[in-house]
């Protein structure tokens, strides 16, 4: 499985984003999809994550602001980041597993693929 994030970029406060990640798999549609993302000197943090259901879950964070979504045409995974504020920059990461337990999503060790990532700046 191969996973290629893009759509990153420097914005202002306030600003909206739109993350994409493509998935080479074939069976894309019976995976777990996230995103992870890591800001200089701090540890790599969850962001968002959809089952195969369809069902979302969110940092505190980032909920209300953030959305991602699924298109299991395209292979793609999406995040809408609205209302950016200048804690959001990092590079955002795209993870995806077949395997993982609902306890466990939030935890980047349980994601075995992962994209090359994405970098979102956000200026005040």
């Known amino acids: 499985v191969q996973l290629q994030a893009y759509g990153g970029g420097l914005v202002q406060a306030g600003d909206s984003l739109r993350l994409s990640c493509a998935a080479s798999v074939s069976t894309f549609s019976r995976y777990t999809l996230a995103w992870f993302r890591q800001a200089p000197g701090k540890d790599r943090e969850f962001v968002a994550a959809?089952?195969?259901?369809?069902?979302?879950y969110y940092a505190d964070s980032v909920k209300g602001r953030f959305a991602i979504s699924r298109d299991n045409a395209k292979n793609t995974v999406y995040l809408q980041m609205n209302s950016l504020k200048p804690e959001d920059t990092a590079i955002y990461y795209c993870?995806?597993?077949?395997?993982?337990?609902?306890?466990?999503?939030?935890?980047?060790?349980?994601?075995?693929?992962w994209g090359q990532g994405t970098l979102v700046t956000v200026s005040s």
């Open positions: 993870a995806a597993d077949s395997s993982i337990i609902l306890s466990s999503i939030r935890l980047a060790e349980q994601y075995t693929y």
């Open positions: 959809i089952r195969y259901s369809g069902h979302t």
